[in-house]
């Protein structure tokens, strides 16, 4: 008589019967530290009597197949991330999926839906807002994930990775600062993005702290492309009084700035100082080369499949939530104000 296959144990089975929330299964599940001792035990007990066993979840075995997911995929900043994770997942043995959901429902239901074809072990998701409904879905499939540069505020529930974006602001905006700047133009990113919010915190902080006041004239919206940073840059170049300095919130943007500039005459950065963010390979290109804000963007990607290896492992992290710090790179769009720029 043929075997009668046993139903998969879900997260919301094991929450349902521990009398618990999901996402508290799911911070036991992920090693987090903010679970009450007798409710960790109580939970564990189940998972252990129940048999539940994520995706991947091998002992030592090797990881095989990880999803990367982003919403787009039409910028070096892409390319950066998904080269730290192919160094990191090569070297682990673990092949890799790479999939854009261009923001719609509908790709994100064909994601996964090919997801529960291919039985990936883990997911490594990009610039994504990791919504309660999605992460239910992932969670039904036993299969963890991580946050590349959420969209929103982190959700401790999920373990996320992203770079010190409000450091890197204030940074930026503090050379410019003592290279004698006053007027100093912020080009920002997409609104709904934390890291475009953090880097124009800094941004204003770096200001604030030098006893100056934000003009809401020199900052101007951006969508993180070159489009967006030209358009930025005639808005700022065509004021009555414009910046002696402009700070991007992305490399791409920067040289959108770079080419409004060049339309208008004006030199960087014997005219302008600028400032970008990423350090993408295009900043070292730039003519002048491009003075940026260092996103540590491979190191991110590796950090990423190192610990969605050991969520499918059934192994603790040390942190649900992980900044790795930016750093100013000083090259030659940057100097000090001279007389005539700052008339």
């Known amino acids: ?34 679970v009450a001792p007798a409710t960790r035990e109580r939970i564990e007990s189940l998972l252990r009597a129940r048999g539940y066993r994520r995706r991947g979840s091998r002992g030592g075995e090797m990881v095989g197949l990880l999803d990367l997911v982003f919403n787009d995929l039409d910028s070096p900043w892409a390319v950066e991330i998904i080269r730290g994770v192919e160094d990191a997942a090569h070297a682990a043995g673990s092949g890799i999926v790479v999939s854009a959901i261009h923001r719609r429902e509908s790709s994100t239901r064909q994601w996964l839906q090919n997801v529960r074809s291919r039985t990936s072990d883990g997911a490594i998701l990009v610039t994504t807002d990791l919504d309660s409904s999605l992460r239910a879905e992932l969670e ?65 902080a770096g200001l604030e702290t030098a ?31 414009p910046p002696t300095a402009v700070f991007s919130a992305s490399d791409q943007m920067t040289l959108g700035v770079y080419e409004a500039l060049r339309r208008r005459g004006l030199r960087v950065p014997a005219d302008i100082s600028v400032i970008g963010f990423d350090d993408l390979p295009e900043a070292r290109w730039a003519s ?8 540590p963007l491979a190191e991110m990607g590796r950090l990423a499949v190192h610990t969605v290896h050991r969520l499918a492992r059934g192994e603790a992290i040390e942190s649900p939530r992980v900044e ?19 008339e």
Do not use: K
């Open 140 to 204: 039904e499939l036993h299969m963890p994930s991580v946050v590349v540069d959420p969209v929103g505020v982190p959700d401790l529930a999920v373990p996320t990775i992203g770079a010190t974006n409000w450091a890197g602001g204030l940074s930026a905006t503090d050379y410019l600062i003592s290279m004698g700047h006053r007027r100093i133009a912020f080009v920002a990113g997409r609104p709904e993005l934390w890291c475009s919010r953090a880097r124009l915190d800094g941004y204003r």
């Open 288 to 295: 002048p080369p491009l003075t940026t804000v260092r996103q």
């Open 324 to 342: 790795l710090a930016t750093e100013l790179v000083v090259r030659d769009s940057t100097a000090p104000v001279t007389v005539s720029s700052a």
């Open 1 to 34: 008589m043929a075997d009668i296959p046993t139903p998969a144990v879900t997260i919301s089975a094991i929450a349902e019967e521990a009398g618990v929330s999901a996402p508290t299964v799911s911070r036991v599940l992920n090693g987090r530290g903010d």
């Open 211 to 241: 006893g100056l006041n934000v003009d809401d004239d020199l900052v101007v919206p951006g969508e993180f492309d070159y489009e967006s940073g030209f358009r930025a840059g005639e808005r700022l170049f065509g004021l009555a009084d």
